[in-house]
């Protein structure tokens, strides 16, 4: 997963897979997924990603499961 921030524009684009995009919905009016073929989830957007994303508080934590 890529995680990108354009300043300029304060978005915020999240990259899970690099298959080709086939379309691409709105879910929001500041939030935008892209699809692969099959439906799933490849990139999504987010516009005016400071406010909409509390982009300033990005982490990752890897949760371990319990077997």
Do not use: C, P, W
């Not at 524009?9 to 999240?14: F, G, I, L, N, R």
């Amino acid at each position: 997963m890529k995680v990108k921030y354009f300043s300029d524009t304060d978005t915020a684009h999240v990259e899970f897979t690099g298959k080709e995009v086939k379309e691409t919905k709105e879910i929001s009016e500041n939030v935008y997924v892209d699809l692969d073929k099959k439906g799933n989830l490849v990139n999504m957007t987010i516009e005016h990603a400071k406010e909409n994303a509390r982009l300033s508080e990005f982490s990752y934590q890897e949760v371990a499961v319990d077997r």
